[in-house]
């Protein structure tokens, strides 16, 4: 392990070298590019663009271009980039990970990287966590790229199609990392090339870039429609599981936070349903509600996972932000089983109509770039999927901040009283707070009992990005004391009020420890930017929740030892606190293990999508005939059903059926007889076939003179077709996938079932659309003035 370190950080010491080299040639550009009248700086972007095209690449201009991006923030800005954030920037060009702590200035670093991207004229894109950021930054710094010649669009979730297309061609764009997924599946759904608004994905940059690709990466983007109607199976197994007592009827694993029925509770389901078997084959339904409706009831806490809103609608809390997210519902009928447990109304479950996930959608960019100022404990995870590599920039001044050991209490009541006291004390002399909690509930909790105390703090509650953005702005000032979820603000710098360096700087408090390292080293991070005082210390108990699932009994052995009996007590020790990141590190790896495991099987989607879509975009943006893809297809369809049908020797042939499929798909009843195939080898038939399916191409060629006509009618059965096949495959696949974990029962793996079995279902609806094209087209009445 030491070699691997030592390894680590000695090629992070090399790529520091040579990125300083070239951040020293930027740098001497300074006094040339001081010289310059405005308008000398202005005309270079146009001097640059010319330059690309001749053939330099953006390497090569890379210096000179960043001397230009430098002076243009310093004029226009009012920010002069340090040596430190030159350096950030060329990682980021590099498509490579820039982890800067918090008040390093990331959001002046990428500028420019974006400004040389954008040069090349084929997109430059800036992605962030919330709209708040993409228009808070697409505004203060859209003044430099606009001073410098460069157009600058902000992509909204509200915005028009229309405003949709305008935002993407321009040299650079703003957007969240949910809309830019979005639009492209619906994109790759629409029927008209006008109705798509993307272009190429080619240079992405992504502030809080372990936020989007690593937290987010559990969670796929779903476009659905309208599903199989509500079923009544949610309240009765809803019913049923809130009768049972847990140990005796059901057993809860927190480690892997799962649940299952005990033997006395499988006969208690079959008396309840009265069924023989519960685990039957016929009653698969019936088990995959009653899973859910005790995860529902035993694993999800309201105000912990979900929230219910004053109408009645259960919304989901993000476990990192502590954020409401607006419009996303549990997947596979866990939202309804949740809907059902707190009595509100259940809603349709939907049918997926378009999926991706955000390792795949990211992997399409040409180049991808990401800043954090937490990323180092995921390099493995970010080097392993999306190729990038995470390069440690050095603050500009040192860090001052001292972070103390955990406290470890034997209570929750004990840790929160212990917390409220820290706060008191600290408040008095003016010391401005920043309390970190991982849970709703818990912010809650501390609110009373500061109410209690008459200590004035303010609560966030993580629903208005604005207004979260200025509350946390103003945690630096004296005497200040805000609650909030670990992540609240992500983005928005506190800066330090008059005289709260004298009082120590901030105080960061964290009131539990997240399961990730990244998540608490963020929240530490709060404090003691630029070099300014600060403290940070987490409190912790038995009864947290990473304690109970991972670290309980093994601290409780640690307590035996130490002889701990006092309800008080606190514990003050770097040995307890590396006992609690070993069980952050087996969480993580667990996450990591979890986040793999959705990637490898959307691989296998991943891999169709990408065949279907361009087959789709081909049909889209076709402007003269579809005959070379219709006639092929209907070729295939026609010897697949010869090939069926001419098994063995020639007198066990079915000719009739052979008849028949002519009849139902290519020509009238009556054209063709048993005995005009009689003699005929496959071979000839095939041709027989395919002579029918080309007259009657010839027909509608005829009776649709106009061209456009005539290639607006092959969009259209092409289209239709593929489109209804194409999510009935998804919605199969995806249901498939819920089951075929089962099979590792059977000593099989589960993942080369589903990439075995995902193969075989694809060619089975590729040989479907094939056959239901040929149909819908040979039998279609024409009609004039076909639209899609």
Not at 132 to 140: G, M
Not at 494 to 517: D, F, M, N, Y
Not at 672 to 682: N, P
Request: with cysteine; aromatic share 8%; glycine share 6%.
């Amino acid at each position: 392990m030491a070699n691997v370190l030592k390894k680590w950080i000695e090629s992070d010491r090399r790529e520091l070298r040579r990125i300083n080299k070239i951040a020293n040639k930027v740098e001497a550009y300074a006094d040339q590019m001081g010289k310059m009248k405005d308008e000398e700086l202005k005309a270079k972007t146009d001097e640059f663009r010319q330059r690309y095209q001749d053939g330099e690449t953006l390497d090569d201009l890379l210096p000179e271009a960043f001397a230009v991006s430098r002076e243009g923030a310093k004029r226009v800005l009012g920010l002069y980039p340090f040596h430190v954030q030159i350096m950030g920037g060329i990682v980021l060009h590099e498509g490579n990970i820039a982890e800067m702590k918090t008040g390093e200035g990331k959001t002046l670093t990428a500028t420019m990287p974006i400004y040389l991207n954008a040069i090349s004229g084929k997109g430059a894109h800036v992605i962030t966590v919330n709209e708040y950021l993409s228009q808070r930054d697409a505004t203060e710094m859209g003044e430099l790229y606009n001073w410098l010649g460069c157009s600058v669009g902000v992509n909204m979730a509200e915005s028009s199609p229309d405003d949709k297309r305008k935002a993407y061609a321009c040299d650079i764009t703003y957007s969240t990392n949910s809309e830019i997924g979005f639009d492209y599946l619906r994109d790759n759904m629409a029927v008209y090339k006008e109705d798509q608004v993307q272009r190429d994905l080619n240079f992405a940059i992504i502030d809080e870039v372990d936020s989007i690709l690593i937290d987010e990466a559990r969670t796929p983007l779903i476009i659905s429609g309208p599903g199989t109607g509500t079923s009544q199976l949610y309240q009765r197994t809803d019913r049923f599981v809130k009768t049972l007592k847990e140990e005796d009827d059901y057993k809860i694993d927190w480690e892997s936070k799962t649940v299952s029925l005990t033997d006395q509770g499988i006969k208690k389901g079959e008396k309840y349903f009265n069924l023989k078997n519960l685990y039957d084959t016929d009653n698969t339904a019936l088990t995959h509600h009653l899973d859910q409706a005790l995860r529902a009831n035993y694993i999800m806490l309201n105000d912990k996972d979900y929230v219910v809103s004053k109408d009645g609608e259960v919304l989901i809390v993000d476990s990192f932000t502590g954020r409401i997210m607006e419009g996303r519902r549990f997947s596979d009928g866990l939202h309804q089983a949740i809907e059902a447990k707190e009595h509100v109304e259940i809603q349709e479950e939907n049918k997926t109509m378009a999926n991706i996930t955000y390792q795949n959608l990211f992997r399409m960019y040409k180049k991808l770039a990401g800043m954090t100022g937490t990323a180092k404990t995921e390099q493995e995870e970010f080097r392993e999927i999306y190729n990038m590599e995470t390069i440690a920039i050095p603050t500009n001044r040192p860090v001052a901040r001292d972070d103390q050991p955990d406290l470890l209490y034997p209570t929750l009541k004990s840790k929160f009283t212990a917390v409220t006291n820290r706060i008191k004390s600290m408040h008095e002399k003016g010391q401005p707070i920043l309390v970190g909690t991982v849970a709703v509930e818990t912010s809650e909790y501390l609110s009373q009992l500061l109410d209690h105390e008459n200590i004035p703090h303010v609560v966030l509650n993580a629903k208005n990005h604005a207004r979260e953005a200025d509350i946390v702005k103003n945690a630096g000032q004296k005497g200040a004391v805000t609650i909030a979820t670990n992540m609240a603000g992500r983005g928005t710098d506190i800066k330090l009020g008059p005289g709260v360096v004298e009082v120590g700087g901030l105080a960061v408090i964290g009131t539990e420890r997240h399961e990730s390292r990244r998540i608490d080293n963020q929240l530490r991070g709060r404090s003691g930017r630029q070099g300014d005082p600060g403290v940070s210390q987490f409190y912790l108990s038995l009864e947290d929740d990473l304690m109970r699932r991972f670290g309980g009994d093994r601290i409780k052995a640690f307590l035996d030892r130490m002889n701990v009996r006092d309800e008080d007590a606190v514990i003050k020790s770097r040995l307890l606190s590396r006992q609690v990141e070993s069980a952050q590190k087996r969480v993580e790896g667990n996450n990591y293990d979890s986040r793999k495991n959705v990637l490898q099987y959307d691989d296998v989607m991943r891999e169709q999508r990408e065949i279907i879509y361009k087959e789709r975009q081909q049909v889209i943006t076709e402007d003269k005939s579809l005959k070379g893809v219709i006639v092929p297809m209907a070729q295939r369809a026609i010897r697949r059903a010869i090939d069926a049908h001419t098994l063995g020797s020639q007198s066990d042939w079915q000719l009739d059926e052979i008849v028949d499929f002519a009849e139902a798909v290519l020509i009238k009843p009556g054209e063709l007889k048993v005995d005009d195939l009689k003699g005929l080898s496959a071979e000839q038939i095939t041709e027989k076939l395919l002579g029918f399916a080309k007259n009657v191409y010839a027909d509608k060629e005829k009776q649709l003179y106009d061209p456009a006509q005539m290639l607006e009618f092959e969009k259209v059965v092409l289209l239709r077709v593929v489109d209804s096949h194409w999510t009935d495959h998804i919605d199969s696949m995806d249901q498939f996938r819920q089951s075929v974990g089962l099979r590792g029962y059977g000593q099989l793996n589960p993942l080369v079932e589903y990439q075995t079995a995902g193969y075989h279902m694809f060619e089975e609806m590729i040989a479907d659309i094939e056959y239901e094209t040929t149909r819908l087209f040979m039998k279609s009445e024409i009609r004039q003035n076909v639209e899609r």
